[in-house]
T-cell receptor, first 114, second 118 residues
């Protein structure tokens, strides 16, 4: 079956531009997570959705970061007025409704802010 | 707060040999889960193995086994019979209490890069 997909895979933005990153979770997965992975480091949690409800956004680094999942499936992570420090890989993960042990990750979106 | 520490930034291993990747953790949660993920150069995080804090036996999945020592707060990954395709970054991660919003997120270590030599 299809895994988690993310688009675009690569994004180059000029400083100050807004960007939108898309995540399509595995069909039927209730939980959706966004992580940010800086070069050479482990992923860091950004935000968590259960269906359409954003239950935890404690990891969003600033109010320039906004995430939504309006219909409980596809999610979009938006970054406004991008800064160079936003350059990273943004990973999306989903997990099934029975609260399974495993989060299944997408391939990530590599964002470079110039 | 949860913390994962991986002290080995990089390792070489000879093909067909076993390798142990170290992971120590810190948490105040009474119940937690420990994970290992593999990240090849393509970037995708691939789930390898899971250990629950109350599991009586160490987890095994094919060539992967987890050496869980709860008192020492360590969860080392052992890869047996290394293959060239095992060359990748390996991340140890933890999830806290098994219910509730705050408990679902994963906390990752800094990773260990493994290079398998032919």
């Amino acid at each position: 079956g299809a895994g988690v997909s993310q688009s675009p895979r690569y994004k180059v933005a000029k400083r100050g531009q807004d960007v939108a990153l898309r995540c399509d979770p595995i069909s039927g997965h209730v939980s959706l997570f966004w992580y940010q992975q800086a070069l050479g480091q482990g992923p860091e949690f950004l935000t968590y959705f259960q269906n359409e409800a954003q239950l935890d956004k404690s990891g969003l680094p600033s109010d320039r970061f906004f995430a939504e999942r309006p219909e409980g499936s596809v999610s979009t992570l938006k970054i406004q007025r991008t800064q160079q420090e936003d350059s990273a890989v943004y990973l999306c993960a989903s997990s099934p409704p029975e609260g399974g042990k495993t989060q299944y990750f997408g391939p990530g979106t590599r964002l470079l802010v110039l | 707060a949860q913390k994962i520490t991986q002290t080995q930034p990089g390792m070489f291993v000879q093909e067909k040999e076993a390798v142990t990747l170290d992971c120590t953790y810190d948490t105040s949660d009474p119940s937690y889960g420990l994970f290992w993920y593999k990240q090849p150069s393509s970037g995708e995080m691939i789930f390898l193995i899971y250990q629950g804090s109350y599991d009586q036996q160490n987890a095994t999945e094919g060539r992967y086994s987890l050496n869980f020592q709860k008192a020492r707060k360590s969860a080392n990954l052992v890869i047996s019979a290394s293959q060239l395709g095992d060359s990748a970054m390996y991340f140890c991660a933890m999830r806290g209490t098994l219910s509730g919003a705050a408990g679902n997120k994963l906390t990752f270590g800094g990773g260990t890069r493994v290079l398998v030599k032919p």
